[in-house]
């Protein structure tokens, strides 16, 4: 059943990322208008009407990139480095696994109260899935391939797996791949998993170039990684895996891929990811940046290489909050650009380019959409120009949320 | 009565920055004696004794530099830089004054629920100074001088309003001088402020070159504030009110004075710092450093400056919260430095180098200081190489709170 609302400040996420005041949306599962809120009442009268004052109205999050698995961690790996962090990982992540399902409900319980509405999950286990099936959000589960030596075997069991997630698929969840990373999936592996990708229409994701010890293995087969096969895998492979980053690039031409992290990726990689890829994302999490590699992703890079950006929280592995409203504050504040064109592109960030990434028919107010919206309240208005900068620095818990028009929060 | 406290985790803010384990305290009003806890609870078996698992044991926090009298404040000053945020400050400060006892109360509440026991006040019409005296809080109140040109009336009854502050002086409450900034006080005015500080054995405060329009104009009387005495203050002085940096800095010869911002400020205006003024501090507030300038604190030119740093929340006229935790999160965020580093200074901040900032004798954990202890506890045991990075991650409300040895929460 169709309905109307309507608040003092709506954010359309469009390209120009449009701010109007007084504003409207009539909606069922999808956006049917969007206009002034007094002519949709007028031109509507039947309808059910709600006018939030004080209040943003905007697309729910789109949260590209999460690892819900590890939502039971708090301080069990180490931070302040890549490479201390991976080798924590490595030696306490299983215990982290265990017993994972009530944090996993909270993390799922903090998407939607930050007003998320779609999420990106990386799985290697597929612990969360059915959890992501019974809560309202929709999710793109990409199941992630390791493994740093080719074994045919571990890829007929991975097709498998990725054959079970497959199959719980439905309108609101969505069968993905992951390729972990070039320091760590083997090159025929990895071509397997992007082959499997193709033939299944399946979107991929990588982490990429997120630290300066990836970098400098993937380029130049040095650095900390010149001991890691050996001391935590017992495997003899000395080189890196790939021949250069571009090698790593190539192999996902024909693909829709997000490529996570980048911050250690030159603009040549960038252009790169932009000419080769067919459909290339850059997702970037910046308190788990600052936690590991402590670089920031280098915005104007991005801008210049022609590729959009969605921010997004990672996983509690490398994060203290899974609110993307917390981590849309620490991308302000690791940011150094113009403080009222980031908060754009961290607005942005969080709803436009992350439906893209996932491609998603949501993170837009545009009649069509998906009628994701959610509804902030604040004691006062904001005025125009200072809107979404001052609406990510006190937005805390989402008034109201409906996905697919169907009132969640 | 002196009773003993101790916990898995003990952080000295020594200047070594100590972490300890298993340690504990012996206190009354002051601390009588550090060690391990099980050592003197057989040492003191009279003792009332408690011991915090998986909890941290650190001084109470000192928040040196933070403006109770704009707690109103939610979004009518503009961000994004320091012209504008100052244009609107002088244009709807005034509303903001008004009725904010209420939220003077609560940013008090906030001060204690971050673990904060002593603070550096500025004020301007001395609205905060019965609820601090109220509160369990030490506090340092700086009355604020503002005034770019010279008015003998307007001294005299500067001068009057300090002695009702310094009438209200007892154990907890101090009475301090503030000269606003280079750009809104007259020299003479300003000498005469100075002098009655030092006359008063009082310490002095001071905004000093938070943002490029100001370096700008005390350097080179050029830029946007080449406008501002005529717009907004209606004053005919297109010229600064000082000589440069170095004219300013030389007026606090022979005092006591915390250096806010400073973030504009060269090294050599660090080290003339340094070397002129007799007691010298400096102060950061990250979080308002970004919402105005988008700059921060040159943290490895103080360094060689030999200048200490306390970070400071600043008040709710340039934040969103007023949580020392949440600003230490904030410094971790927007400075660069190799993280583990950068724990230490934020903790030395927000303790050590506070408490020396405010000529408190508290801030540390040693026999004689002022047992200002707060304890934090965590479901779990932070290793001691990532225990002070781990607990300003995870530390939100602190769980005890001793002031002058009172229990206060």
């Known amino acids: 059943m169709q309905e109307i609302i309507g608040a003092s400040l709506v954010f359309l996420c469009n390209e120009k990322c449009e701010v109007l005041e007084d504003y409207g949306v009539v909606f069922d599962e999808k956006i049917v208008e969007v206009g002034d809120y007094k002519s949709l009442t007028l031109k509507y009268p039947h309808l059910k009407a709600q006018f939030f004052e004080n209040s943003v109205l905007l697309p729910a999050f789109i949260n590209a990139h999460t690892h819900f698995e590890f939502s039971n961690n708090k301080a069990s790996f180490d931070y302040g480095s890549f490479s201390g962090w991976l080798g924590s990982v490595l030696n306490n992540g299983g215990a982290i696994l265990e017993n994972c399902q009530g944090a996993i409900q909270n993390a799922i319980s903090a998407q939607l109260k930050s007003g998320v509405g779609s999420v990106g ?4 286990h597929l612990i969360e899935v059915n959890l992501l099936k019974e809560s309202p959000l929709s999710a793109v589960v990409f199941l992630e391939f390791l493994g740093s030596s080719y074994s045919l075997e571990k890829l007929k069991a991975f097709e498998a797996k990725f054959k079970e997630l497959k199959d719980l698929e439905d309108k609101k969840l969505k069968a993905a791949l992951a390729v972990h990373a070039p320091y760590s999936v083997q090159k025929d592996m990895a071509l397997s998993v992007i082959q499997l990708a193709k033939d299944s229409q399946s979107l991929l994701s990588t982490h990429f170039l997120e630290s300066f010890e990836e970098l400098e293995w993937v380029e130049n087969s040095k650095g900390w990684f010149e001991n890691f096969y050996q001391h935590f895998l017992k495997e003899s492979n000395f080189k890196s895996l790939y021949k250069g980053a571009n090698d790593y690039i190539d192999m996902f031409e024909d693909t829709h891929t997000l490529f996570v992290h980048n911050q250690f990726a030159s603009l040549e990689a960038l ?28 915005l104007e890079r991005t801008k210049e290489a022609g590729l959009s950006v969605s921010v997004a929280t990672d996983g509690l592995s490398s994060n203290i909050s899974l609110s993307l409203l917390d981590e849309l504050r620490a991308f302000l504040l690791t940011h150094n650009m113009p403080l009222l064109e980031l908060a754009k592109i961290a607005l942005l960030g969080a709803t436009r380019h992350g439906a893209k990434a996932l491609a998603l028919n949501n993170g837009e107010i545009e009649a069509n959409k998906r009628a994701d919206l959610s509804v902030f309240g604040f004691g006062e208005k904001f005025i125009k120009e200072q809107a979404i900068l001052q609406f990510l620095l006190h937005a805390k818990e989402v008034e109201r949320l409906f996905l697919g028009g169907k009132r969640v929060i």
């Not at 999950?121 to 290697?124: K, L, R, W």
């Not at 850059?282 to 940046?289: D, G, K």
């Open 121 to 124: 999950a990386i799985s290697n």
């Open 271 to 298: 252009k790169r990811i932009k000419s080769q890829v067919k459909n290339a994302f850059l997702i970037t999490c910046p308190f788990s940046n600052r936690l590991l590699s402590g670089q920031a992703l280098d």
